[in-house]
């Protein structure tokens, strides 16, 4: 349904943009129906840079995003409108994503005014009733308040709210339970899943490994910008290929076990022996001299990895 | 909103310098709209004998020609009012539509429009002033203040600027533009509401500006040809030696009120800051 195409960001920095900072870097994927892709990547890594191309918040440097077969770049104005209609997006932090002076219902408001100026009041009122009850809110609790009366957890479900009220098939989810409490963080994961099932496709940013197994289809690891491996999520967690991958799920922090001493490699000098090279060269501990940039290879049905030594080390 | 806007206002009112503040420029402004219905004379009538000392005819005297200062004093007062009214307006509006649009689209609109602002801010506005009305054959109170205006807005866009880049970095912002709002919109509806309160501060503080450049431009001689303005009055004051001859109730007046209004507007700008302000809330 989505589809992205050799997708690169470059910001340019300093004074008349001399420095150049590549967030992303070549990444291809597609997203089909009712699929939930999780994108997961330490801080940097580009993963929200993706996700607010795909919203077409922030214009891409190379590469192109199709839609049902066509280019974003070429939506603008009411075309770009319909496109909204269709794909949205919930960012990280709710309590920012609510204008603090308004109260929070008034999102829903904007979609109204914007979407469907024919619906008369009593009308939307049954639509919005049905999306909080769909996202599992009261609306006798979360209609009629500030955003600093509710929580974070209630102003998130709202959010997911306000995308339901429209055609919404493809959701761009960034880092959306990521500053919730762990007891609300697994409804709003379930939500999601419901909506799956009626045929959403999500994009579900994450720095979280195990949130990501939790709840998708598909995964894709993502560092400084390029992606590492990617693959069915089973396939990605049970049989890691990556070296990046390895330390990954090395570090999570298990349920059963107590604390060790585990060292994460870091970044040693960056500089100009680094370009061409792999991504993960000077942290990579098994890199050598051939470790040069990897575009991903196929290893088997659904599971691709950057890593030319996959298979002997 | 009801909550905030009741809170705003409970601490509007138990704020003493806004109170102060608002109370002077209300007497003048009260004095401005009916002063001219009570006065006996036209401002450039020749009302009787000059060197009248304030009296029950001629409630603050008489200039050197006879003319009666009290009418001067509350028709100068209107033009004062409305110098800083236009003035102060055209300087609010252009400066909130060139900051909004420079910090909201940024990029090379922002680059262009940020390059005029800092050219207007670095010509001398006083000099510039000073050839614009020297230019003029007839010079009216309407035109000095849309001159003003035209002149005092920089700054205004440049903190307006600085506040939107910061607030559009905001997620509602985001939001707003994946419901489908167009730029202006955006700006209007959810950008503007959130600086009201500084927007305001803003006006006030043009509008003492307006006053204050009036009244220097009119000093100097270059005010308006036609008409009667606080700054003139001192200016006619100063020209035939009001003071040195004993005529204070000439030259007195159209200075205090200046200085009254204009530093009871800052009065007012400090007693709002405290108000929207809670950090500087006296408990």
């Not at chain 1, 909204?84 to 994503?97: A, E, I, K």
């Not at chain 1, 999102?107 to 008369?120: D, G």
């Not at chain 1, 009629?144 to 009366?149: C, D, G, I, T, Y």
């Not at chain 1, 099932?197 to 560092?223: C, N, P, R, V």
């Amino acid at each position: 349904m989505i589809e992205l195409k050799d997708i690169t960001k470059v910001y340019s920095l300093g004074a008349f943009g001399k420095r150049k900072l590549t967030a992303v870097d070549n990444v291809s994927f597609s997203i089909g129906e009712g699929k939930i892709i999780s994108l997961i990547g330490e801080s940097g890594s580009g993963k929200t840079t993706i996700g607010k191309m795909m919203l077409k918040l922030i214009p891409i440097t190379k590469g192109q995003i199709l839609f049902q077969g066509k280019d974003l770049s070429l939506f603008k104005g009411e075309k770009l409108k319909e496109y909204y209609r269709y794909v949205q997006g919930v960012f990280q932090d709710p309590f920012s994503s609510f204008n603090p002076i308004f109260k929070a219902d008034r999102i829903f408001e904007l979609v109204k005014s914007e979407f469907f100026p024919e619906l008369t009041g009593r009308e939307w009122q049954i639509h919005v009733l049905d999306a909080l009850e769909s996202v599992g809110l009261n609306p006798k609790t979360v209609l009629n308040k500030f955003p600093h009366q509710l929580s974070g957890g209630q102003l998130q479900r709202m959010l997911i709210a306000r995308a339901l009220l429209l055609d919404t098939k493809f959701l761009v989810a960034d880092e959306i339970i990521s500053m919730l409490d762990a007891s609300t963080r697994i409804d709003v994961l379930n939500i999601l899943a419901e909506l799956k099932k009626g045929g959403l496709s999500i994009l579900f940013i994450t720095h979280d490994l195990s949130l990501g197994y939790y709840i998708s289809d598909e995964s894709i690891i993502l560092y400084r910008g390029s992606v590492m491996e990617a693959g069915k999520t089973e396939k990605v967690f049970s049989t890691p290929l990556h070296p990046y991958t390895r330390m990954l799920l090395d570090a999570v922090p298990r349920i059963d076990r107590k604390w060790t001493t585990f060292e994460i490699p870091e970044r040693k000098a960056v500089g100009s022996d680094t370009i061409g090279m792999c991504k993960y060269y000077d942290r990579c501990p098994l890199a050598t001299k051939e470790c040069e940039a990897q575009g991903l290879i196929k290893v088997e049905e659904d599971h691709h990895v950057a890593c030319w030594r996959w298979n002997d080390v | 909103m009801k909550f905030r806007k009741s809170e705003i206002l409970f601490f509007a009112l138990r704020n003493t310098k806004l109170r102060i503040g608002v109370f002077i420029v209300a007497l003048f402004a009260f004095l401005a709209i009916f002063g001219p219905y009570f006065a006996k004379y036209e401002p450039q009538d020749f009302a009787g004998p000059g060197y009248n000392p304030p009296s029950g005819e001629y409630w603050l005297g008489t200039t050197t020609f006879g003319r009666d200062v009290f009418s001067q004093f509350v028709y100068g007062l209107r033009s004062t009012f409305l110098v800083g009214f236009v003035g102060g307006s055209i300087a609010t509006f252009i400066g909130l539509f060139v900051g909004f649009l420079s910090g909201y689209k940024g990029g090379l609109a922002d680059e262009l429009l940020m390059m005029f602002t800092n050219i207007v801010l670095v010509i001398p506005t006083m000099a510039l002033l000073i050839i614009l009305a020297a230019y003029l054959k007839y010079r009216g109170v309407f035109l000095e203040s849309v001159f003003i205006g035209f002149t005092a807005w920089p700054w205004t866009a440049r903190a307006v600027r600085s506040q939107t880049l910061s607030l559009k970095t905001r997620e509602f912002v985001n939001l707003a533009r994946i419901t489908g709002m167009k730029p202006l919109k955006i700006i209007v509806v959810e950008i503007l509401p959130n600086m009201l309160s500084y927007v305001f501060m803003v006006f006030i503080l043009q509008f003492g500006g307006a006053i204050l450049t009036a009244a220097t431009l009119d000093f100097i001689g270059l005010g308006p040809t036609q008409g009667i303005s606080l700054g003139l009055m001192m200016q006619q004051a100063v020209l035939w030696n009001a003071i040195q001859l004993g005529m204070w109730w000439w030259a007195v007046p159209p200075g205090i009120a200046i200085t009254a209004i204009v530093g009871a507007m800052y009065f007012m700008n400090t007693g709002l800051d405290e108000v929207f302000n809670p950090k500087l809330r006296e408990m």
